[in-house]
């Protein structure tokens, strides 16, 4: 593929309403694509669609909540109706909490299995068979690196990310023999407004438009998997070597940066 081949495409993106999902609205929308941007936050989901018009993009929204069977279809249906078929599917929502687990509330963790993981199964479920009939597509399932080395104190959240990464190896040797790719993409912690408040000045940060960019970067090539930022890329494959060092490692960064309190830090794209 080529930048060329984004030229008018169809790419849907879920938690598109702010953060990374927003970035990557901007970027595949600069690569002259179509963006379909969703969320379940109609409010902010209409002002972001309109910042990606404002600077040249093409664009719509709808309104969309991930943990509903019926949601999902709806918007499906609605983005094919309104703009045909769907060329590139981004699983980019996500939803955390930060505290460790036995203080974790129950509903918290299956919250975030329900939007992390079987939200974005949910969303291939709805846009796969259209892309099967066609023999073409892609899917983006956006992970972590948390999903690779856990990060104490996000347990669940480590487990939704490696959960969907391990789908989404398996679900590429049932697809791409049909003509659909399945692409990892694996970004680390980045620069919102959350990262910024827990000051990890020792973590390699990108911005969000450095992982929005990486993300077009690896719909348009053919790796599996792409691993967002050099520093994340590295310390990815050390941990494959040294596990005990990542461990440790992940345990600091856990230590530095999670602060007990009344409530939880949250996060959610």
């Known amino acids: 593929m080529t930048t060329a081949s ?17 970035a990557m609205a901007h970027a595949y929308a600069k690569a002259g694509a179509r963006v379909l941007m969703m969320s379940r936050k109609m409010a902010t989901l209409a002002q972001a669609a309109e910042a990606v018009r404002a600077a040249g993009g093409q664009t719509w929204h709808h309104e969309l909540d991930l943990t ?36 974790q509330d ?12 079987f939200g974005a199964l949910r969303m291939v ?8 009939e066609r023999k073409d597509g892609i899917i983006v399932n956006v992970s972590s690196v ?43 912690h980045t ?36 691993v967002s930022g050099s520093g994340n890329r590295t310390f990815v494959f050390l941990s494959g070597l040294f596990p005990g060092w990542a461990r440790n490692y992940m345990r600091k960064v856990a230590e530095d940066s999670f602060a007990p309190s009344a409530s939880p830090a949250s996060g959610e794209g």
Request: glycine share 6%.
């Open 6 to 22: 984004l030229q008018n495409k169809n790419v849907l993106i879920t938690g598109a309403n702010r953060g990374i999902g927003l």
């Open 146 to 188: 948390l999903g690779h080395v856990a990060y104490p104190t996000e347990a669940n959240y480590s487990a939704t990310k490696a959960a969907l990464s391990i789908f989404s190896h398996a679900l590429r040797g049932e697809v791409e023999p049909q003509g659909v790719r399945v692409v990892l993409f694996v970004p680390g």
């Open 191 to 226: 620069s919102t407004e959350r990262a910024l408040e827990l000051k990890l000045t020792h973590v390699p940060l990108q911005t969000p438009e450095e992982v929005a960019d990486e993300a077009v970067h690896a719909t348009l090539e053919t790796p599996a998997m792409h």
């Open 68 to 103: 509903d069977d019926a949601s999902v279809r709806t918007a499906v249906e609605a983005a094919h109706a309104a703009h045909g078929p769907i060329d590139v599917l981004v699983n980019n929502a996500g939803l955390y909490f930060q505290q460790p687990f036995l203080e």
């Open 125 to 132: 479920r709805a846009v796969l068979p259209r892309m099967l």
């Open 106 to 117: 129950p509903a918290q963790g299956r919250m975030e299995m329900e939007v992390n993981y």
